[in-house]
């Protein structure tokens, strides 16, 4: 579903990464993996569609993303460095309208539920900036519980997270697989995920 | 979608109202110091008017214009917005139409009242009213664009300002325009149109320009 091929990141003079390949099926998870700064991120949203590849071209469904715009967009979940919350909207508001702006709008009743999920139980109408670094980690990772796309890429979605909030994600990460879903991911810690295929994308 | 992204600004300018009142604030300080400072000749005053209050409207818009895109920007939530599978363009249609909302109704609602104090008649008071309902949008919409193409750029308060003001140029003669017209006794509609040209025009180019902006930005 998910290919890319002969794929090089440049930042600056300086080359990250050339010749990346890989091809994602069905229910299938990669995961990169390298040290600080040897460009997993910078693979990541190009995957995205946020940057362009300085060379080589990826595929989704047989199709250059580049000429796919929106409809891509619409088949992608992306969790970032950054979480993407608002610090003066409470929970329930961000995790709303984040899926709104996302193209799925949601009852606040579907909120609560995926809110309760993730352990954010009586914390709805907070602000988030009154939030601990792993709760706000949790807001955002809610967006998984309510979305419907079939790629999810995820810049370290496990750190700041607690032991059982880690299991937790790694369940949703299963689940998703089994239902034919595809996860990109990046994480320096083991993930204990029962998948079809698991690869390792080593960038050095 | 365009719905829920002004719902979302107009939550935000709740949450931290001194922002939006520092921009009004300014607004009415910068206006009323005219008066005290060049002194009570009504004649003086009465050209001066309009020619302040639009440079005072343009300095207030452009002066909210960083935090259009830039908290966005740094929380990473612009960053999910150009992942929407919706166009990008309408978005930020929706952010412009919510910081004029914000930024430009409350300046068009006190430009009369300001306007008092330079001893306008009440039909100039009138055209200044319409012309900066007109106006401001277009300051909004033009000014999406420089705040688009200076984000996370250090330094990028002064830039967007060297950027937008002499796009604002053309508003701000046939803004100042439309009143003085009125007040030497002339039509003024030939003004209020062109201002209404320029608002349509920046409502269908703007939003373009200023999404092709972030997505280079973001890159």
Same mark, same amino acid.
């Given at each position: 579903?998910?290919?890319?091929?002969?794929?090089?990141?440049?930042?600056?003079?300086?080359?990250?990464?050339?010749?990346?390949?890989?091809?994602?099926?069905?229910?299938?998870?990669?995961?990169?993996?390298?040290?600080?700064?040897?460009?997993?991120?910078?693979?990541?949203?190009?995957?995205?569609?946020?940057?362009?590849?300085?060379?080589?071209?990826?595929?989704?469904?047989?199709?250059?993303?580049?000429?796919?715009?929106?409809?891509?967009?619409?088949?992608?979940?992306?969790?970032?460095?950054?979480?993407?919350?608002?610090?003066?909207?409470?929970?329930?508001?961000?995790?709303?309208?984040?899926?709104?702006?996302?193209?799925?709008?949601?009852?606040?009743?579907?909120?609560?539920?995926?809110?309760?999920?993730?352990?954010? $139980?009586?914390?709805?109408?907070?602000?988030? $900036?009154?939030?601990?670094?792993?709760?706000?980690?949790?807001?955002?990772?809610?967006?998984?519980?309510?979305?419907?796309?079939?790629?999810?890429?995820?810049?370290?979605?496990?750190?700041?997270?607690?032991?059982?909030?880690?299991?937790?994600?790694?369940?949703?990460?299963?689940?998703?697989?089994?239902?034919?879903?595809?996860?990109?991911?990046?994480?320096?810690?083991?993930?204990?995920?029962?998948?079809?295929?698991?690869?390792?994308?080593?960038?050095? | 979608?365009?719905?829920?992204?002004? !719902?979302?600004?107009?939550?935000?300018?709740?949450?931290?109202?001194?922002?939006?009142?520092?921009?009004? #604030?300014?607004?009415?300080?910068?206006?009323?110091?005219?008066?005290?400072?060049?002194?009570?000749?009504?004649?003086?005053?009465?050209?001066?008017?309009?020619?302040?209050?639009?440079?005072?409207?343009?300095?207030?818009?452009? &002066?909210? &214009?960083?935090?259009?895109?830039?908290?966005?920007?740094?929380?990473?939530?612009?960053?999910?917005?150009?992942?929407?599978?919706?166009?990008?363009?309408?978005?930020?249609?929706? !952010?412009?139409?919510?910081?004029?909302?914000?930024?430009?109704?409350?300046?068009?609602?006190?430009?009369?009242?300001?306007?008092?104090?330079?001893?306008?008649?009440?039909?100039?008071?009138?055209?200044?009213?319409?012309?900066?309902?007109?106006?401001?949008?277009?300051?909004?919409?033009?000014?999406?664009?420089?705040?688009?193409?200076?984000?996370?750029?250090?330094?990028?308060?002064?830039?967007?300002?060297?950027?937008?003001?002499?796009?604002?140029?053309?508003?701000?003669? #046939?803004?100042?325009?439309?009143?003085?017209?009125?007040?030497?006794?002339?039509?003024?509609?030939?003004?209020?149109? &062109?201002?209404?040209?320029?608002? &349509?025009?920046?409502?269908?180019?703007?939003?373009?320009?200023?999404?092709?902006?972030?997505?280079?930005?973001?890159?």
């Amino acid at each position: 579903m998910l290919q890319g091929v002969n794929l090089a990141c440049v930042r600056g003079d300086r080359e990250l990464f050339k010749d990346i390949n890989f091809s994602l099926e069905t229910g299938s998870l990669l995961q990169v993996r390298g040290p600080n700064g040897s460009g997993k991120t910078s693979l990541l949203r190009m995957l995205c569609g946020l940057s362009n590849p300085a060379a080589g071209e990826i595929f989704w469904n047989g199709t250059a993303i580049r000429s796919l715009d929106g409809d891509y967009f619409a088949d992608v979940t992306y969790i970032g460095h950054l979480s993407g919350t608002k610090d003066d909207l409470t929970v329930i508001e961000n995790l709303r309208i984040s899926s709104a702006l996302a193209g799925f709008e949601i009852s606040a009743n579907q909120a609560g539920e995926a809110l309760k999920h993730m352990g954010l $139980k009586g914390r709805e109408a907070l602000p988030v $900036k009154v939030l601990s670094q792993g709760q706000r980690r949790r807001v955002a990772l809610a967006r998984l519980l309510v979305c419907s796309t079939t790629l999810w890429i995820l810049d370290e979605p496990l750190v700041a997270l607690d032991v059982m909030a880690v299991k937790l994600i790694q369940g949703l990460l299963e689940q998703h697989l089994q239902r034919g879903g595809v996860i990109v991911m990046t994480t320096h810690q083991e993930i204990e995920v029962a998948a079809a295929s698991i690869m390792q994308l080593y960038l050095a | 979608m365009f719905m829920w992204i002004i !719902k979302r600004d107009l939550l935000l300018a709740m949450r931290r109202q001194s922002d939006v009142l520092t921009t009004l #604030f300014f607004f009415i300080i910068v206006v009323s110091l005219f008066p005290l400072s060049v002194g009570p000749e009504m004649n003086m005053l009465r050209t001066m008017a309009p020619g302040v209050v639009w440079v005072a409207a343009l300095l207030a818009s452009m &002066l909210s &214009l960083g935090r259009m895109f830039a908290n966005d920007y740094v929380d990473g939530t612009l960053e999910q917005m150009l992942l929407s599978p919706q166009s990008l363009s309408l978005l930020v249609l929706g !952010k412009a139409f919510a910081h004029w909302l914000v930024t430009g109704v409350p300046l068009v609602l006190m430009a009369p009242v300001l306007g008092i104090q330079y001893d306008l008649p009440a039909d100039a008071l009138f055209v200044l009213t319409a012309a900066l309902l007109l106006g401001t949008p277009v300051l909004s919409l033009i000014g999406a664009i420089g705040a688009a193409l200076t984000l996370g750029l250090r330094g990028g308060g002064v830039l967007v300002s060297l950027l937008v003001l002499p796009l604002y140029i053309p508003v701000l003669i #046939f803004g100042a325009g439309a009143v003085e017209a009125n007040m030497a006794g002339m039509d003024f509609d030939a003004h209020l149109s &062109l201002i209404g040209a320029f608002l &349509l025009a920046s409502i269908v180019l703007a939003p373009w320009a200023a999404a092709a902006s972030l997505r280079v930005s973001l890159e």
